[in-house]
């Protein structure tokens, strides 16, 4: 079989790819080695960890909530098989619904690990298949630490963190970012005492500094601690029990911590085992990503990379961008992301969004701005909802009020952020999204009075 575009990997990036490739026209095949399509977003990722904060955040509105709103009874208590089980049909429902989707469009599943001997084919188990492009769309894997072995029972990755066979009682997390604090919020929920072991000075690199403060504050609320400032020396194993050795930076004091299961959560790297990428001569990073143009070719001819296993932010979404828009240059279009609005969401309760630059970054580039920052205190739906901790916080162009950026915490904070998207891509000024009616009473009406905020004030500040 001969086709116009092979896709390696079906994650986010790879399916979506492969989905606009057919749509526009181009015989399209996607190669997939896991047993269900979805990559690791829909199988040990994004979907499985969604489904577990929501039913574990149901619990906890359970517990904390309920009496005051007038709901008496016994708490819920956990069946952790079947919160497993619902969280596996989660998975399979998403996963079957790709394959659905590839029927729809006449996209051909090649079932196996792929690897490419040259520009123009594919090799998957013996057969070879000849093809105009190809994308690589493998994606990543979970970046080692020294000293600290995965056996996905006692160490665990964020895959193993999902199928753990009984609730631990002390968790160490280490990383405080996204996965971190997703992971830890889950079993601290579930009754664990959750201790997340952070190298540097504050939580989730690289975000707006006053969101990292406030969303500290409000995990340690939820009995989530925090040693900061300390490096993982390693993890030593039982069959039972994981005692982790660190060392604190301002002193180097040395010191341990034991607990029934430790999560490794320090980053991850991209995935290109087995491709035969040194063979190619395909250029990549220091860091193992393989090297794109701005149009996301690699330097060989015909071959093309996109989402976690080349640079910027390993985001699910950030890789479907990629995928639409390389589909939509193979079919001889103009394909276009614009990296300067990519949101990134923390599904924690609340949830944390952030998109453009933040406060810090216009600092350094010298860059006059205004703030305009609104707190859900002020909001009434969120107060009737009991969910009124966190704010939200605008970032503008001193001169012109264009949005330069966005920081949310807060309830639905993932979902407010996307009308800031939106405004971002018609280069809206705050004045723009303040002059927008919206309906009360809802939270996003804390966006407009962010943006109230950055002119003539807010009205329930
Ligand atoms: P991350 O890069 O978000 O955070 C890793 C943390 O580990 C950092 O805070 C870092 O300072 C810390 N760290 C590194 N070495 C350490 C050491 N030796 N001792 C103590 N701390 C150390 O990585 P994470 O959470 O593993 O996530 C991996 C990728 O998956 C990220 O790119 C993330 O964006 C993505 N992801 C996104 C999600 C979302 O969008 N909601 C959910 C889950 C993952």
Redesign the pocket.
Known sequence: MSYDVIVIGSGPGGYVCAIRCAQLGLKTACVEGRETLGGTCLNV??IP?KALLHATHMLHEAEHNFAAMGLKGKSPSVDWPQMQKYKEETIAANTKGIEFLFKKNKVDWIKGWASIPEAGKVKVGDDIHETKNIVIASG?E??T?PGVEVDEKIVVS?TGALTLNKIPKTLTV?????????MGSVYARLGAEVTV????DA???GMDSEVQKSFKRLLEKQGLKFVMG???QGVSATKSKAKTT?KLRKDDSEHTLESDIVLL????KPFTDGLGLDALNIATTKRGQIETDAHWATNISGIYAIGDAIEG????HKAEDEGMAVAETIAGKQGHVNYGVIP????THPEVSTVGQTEEQLKEAGRAYKVGKFSFMGNGRAKANFAADGFVKLLADKETDRILGAHIIGPMAGDLIHEICVAMEFGASAQDLALTCHAHPTYSEAVREAALACGDGAIHA
């Open positions: 990722g994004c960890s990543s979970v970046a630490l964020s280490i990383g405080a970012g996204v996965i971190g604090l997703e072991i952070e190298y540097l939580i989730t690199p300390a490096a993982v660190y959560a320090t980053g991850r932010p390993m985001l699910a990134s969401v923390i599904y």
